[in-house]
């Protein structure tokens, strides 16, 4: 679906477009609708949404939660939320609030493994946004540890590596029912991603769906052309409603490039066919 993008990322947490920049991009590829779905946070939304009208873009309120199921992170993107819904705004809060925690283990984590001042070292990466992981790589890119933000995880801040420590995320059922409850639909966000085996993977969809979750990413930008295959044939069986996003970081880092997705076949529902136009 090359028109349609419902999974991307800004300044206001770690992509590296502006709310506004990112809509002008989409736009300058094509794209007719769009979401933005920063990690836990809403703040980029009036700017963007303001932007789409300027572009004529259709706009997407999205948010991307990070979530804890059996001590293994996974993430749900909420679409077509209203971003002043009070449990949505206290629960991202909390998550904010929980990655500030998570950055001071992180760096000193580091500083045990001899790199100094990564705190502020990420922050000067994050500014004002959401900080995570996405802001140490850039940092350790800056000192020379890795070419780029894609080695870094490789040698660093994953399971085993410096700078990784263990966190406790939103429960899944909470992050389904913030989204809920502010009128949005729940997708269950990259699923070829999760390392997880068929058996974990399908025990991971039929809770998903139990708790609310409506929907699958199964097009993304940063899966395989046979995970896009694969969580299509899901979807078909269990009867979850498909969402497509690249998941477009910016134009230096991350995963798929905007206005390049593959189009969903007839015969699976779309997330947005039941929305207003
Ligand atoms: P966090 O939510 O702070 O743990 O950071 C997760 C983010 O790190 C993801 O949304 C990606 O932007 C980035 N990330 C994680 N793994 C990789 C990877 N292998 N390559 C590039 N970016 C990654
Ligand atoms: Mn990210
Ligand atoms: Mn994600
Ligand atoms: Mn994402």
Not at 119 to 127: E, I, K, Q, R, S
Not at 182 to 192: E, N, Q, S
Not at 242 to 260: F, K, L
């Amino acid at each position: 679906m090359p028109g349609v993008d419902l999974h991307s990322h800004s300044t206001i947490s770690d992509g590296s477009l502006t709310p506004a920049q990112l809509i002008q991009y989409a736009a300058s590829k094509g794209v007719s609708m769009v979401a933005l779905t920063d990690h836990d946070d809403v703040a980029g939304l009036a700017e963007a949404a303001r932007e789409a009208l300027v572009q004529g873009l259709c706009f997407v309120n999205g948010v991307e939660v990070s979530v804890t199921w059996k001590g293994r992170t996974i993430h749900v993107v909420g679409l077509a939320i209203d971003p002043e819904s009070a449990g949505l705004v206290d629960g991202l809060s909390r998550q904010r609030h929980s990655r500030v925690e998570r950055a001071e283990r992180m760096a000193a984590d580091l500083a045990r493994h001899g790199i100094q001042d990564a705190l502020a070292g990420a922050y000067g990466f994050a500014g004002d946004g959401v900080i995570g992981r996405t802001h140490f790589a850039r940092f350790l890119v800056s000192l020379g540890h890795s070419r780029d933000v894609r080695s870094v995880f490789r040698r660093f801040l994953v399971r085993g590596k410096p700078g990784y420590v263990p966190h406790k995320w939103a429960e899944m059922g909470a992050a389904v029912s913030w989204i809920r409850d502010a009128g949005g639909v729940a997708v269950l966000a990259h699923p070829g991603r999760y390392d997880f085996g068929r058996v974990t993977m399908e025990t991971l969809m039929a809770e998903f769906r139990d708790v609310g979750g409506e929907a699958l990413e199964a097009i993304s930008g940063s899966h395989t052309r046979e995970m896009n295959e694969r969580y299509l044939r899901y979807a078909r069986t269990l009867d979850f409603k498909v969402s497509c996003g690249s998941d477009y970081h910016g134009p230096i880092q991350g995963y798929g490039d905007m206005g390049r997705l593959p189009e969903l076949p007839a015969d699976v529902a779309p997330v947005w066919r039941d929305w207003p136009a």
